[in-house]
């Protein structure tokens, strides 16, 4: 089984401004003259850590992180001004011109694999291939699964503590988003707490329910305002249905362009069930798809570090 590269210390670090407002972290690592790829971060609003460099292996690919506006190391942090998802993409056209790079191969998990989507279809000859795990659509069958009663029926005691703080009728997925969008941007500071602390404990049960659970971390514990600018920026896009068109990314999949696509998916992944990825294997002709049986959600997982780091040593091989 294979585990992940060595770590990595000491990037090239920048500090590359998009618009008026943004300024984003970007690090590179890895080998100046290797194959350029790109991570994409989950979320929208989580940021790079720095064990997604150790994917790759250093002496043969020049690896690019950045965090997305508004989040992580990225200033200003939580800030939703001229923050949608076209401007996501634009930034990476962005980055790709300041380092330098004709084209790069996109790395991306859950809601980074939306955005490799919409960016492999918006520059498709800028890339040179694909490796997408978890993938998240962005579709209202997404957010339907996720914020309503779906996934509450495996969940149901943790949905009844998502849903109880709420005085509205929670039958609909739309009402939850918007009431707590409403919370989160309170003029109360105890509202908006509460709001972050219980979209966070929901959001962090399913993702990490495949891991030894700690009934003793509590959200409580994390610094109250950067889970309230987090969940704020998770919002954000959740009301706007993440900026796209129903069912943009699949009714578009013509327009990506003819490169290895890797899609790797967990089979207990609840957060974003291994639908999404089969509706992609199955549109998209020239896509394999790797179901890990013993895999949740998440990237650091053995089986999903086994499976990614395949994929890119497969490429590596590929592209020499």
Not at 127 to 142: K, T
Request: charged share 25%; proline share 5%.
């Amino acid at each position: 089984m294979r585990t992940l590269y060595a770590e990595i210390s000491d990037p090239v670090i920048h500090n590359i401004r998009v618009g008026k407002i943004h300024e984003l972290y970007v690090e590179e690592c890895g080998n100046p003259s290797g194959i350029p790829v790109v991570f994409l971060h989950g979320g929208p609003g989580s940021g790079c850590q720095p064990y997604h460099r150790q994917f790759f292996d250093p002496d043969k690919y020049r690896i690019i992180l950045f965090d997305q506006r508004g989040a992580g190391r990225s200033r200003p942090h939580g800030c939703l001004e001229e923050n949608t998802t076209h401007d996501l993409i634009s930034d990476m056209e962005v980055i790709r011109r300041k380092l330098h790079i004709d084209r790069w191969v996109l790395f991306g998990g859950s809601w980074g694999v939306t955005l490799a989507l919409l960016y492999a279809q918006t520059h498709p000859d800028r890339v040179l291939a694909m490796i997408l795990r978890g993938a998240f659509l962005a579709s209202q069958r997404d957010l339907e699964w996720f914020f309503s009663d779906k996934a509450g029926r495996i969940f149901p005691d943790e949905w009844e503590r998502f849903t109880g703080i709420l005085n509205i009728d929670t039958n609909h997925y739309e009402n939850i988003l918007h009431e707590y969008h409403r919370m989160i941007t309170s003029d109360h500071h105890a509202e908006r707490l509460n709001a972050a602390n219980a979209w966070s404990r929901w959001t962090g049960k399913i993702v990490t329910w495949t891991l030894p659970q700690d009934e003793d971390e509590k959200d409580e514990d994390r610094d109250p305002e950067q889970l309230i600018r987090e969940t704020g920026l998770e919002l954000h896009y959740a009301i706007n249905h993440y900026f796209l068109e129903p069912d943009q990314l699949i009714r578009n999949i013509g327009r990506l362009p003819k490169v290895p696509v890797k899609l790797i998916h967990g089979r207990r992944d609840i957060t974003c069930p291994v639908e999404s990825s089969w509706r992609l294997y199955k549109t998209i002709p020239h896509a394999t798809l790797t179901i890990l049986h013993e895999a949740g959600h998440l990237a650091g997982e053995p089986t999903m570090i086994d499976a990614l780091v395949t994929a890119t040593d497969e490429l590596k091989t590929q592209f020499a």
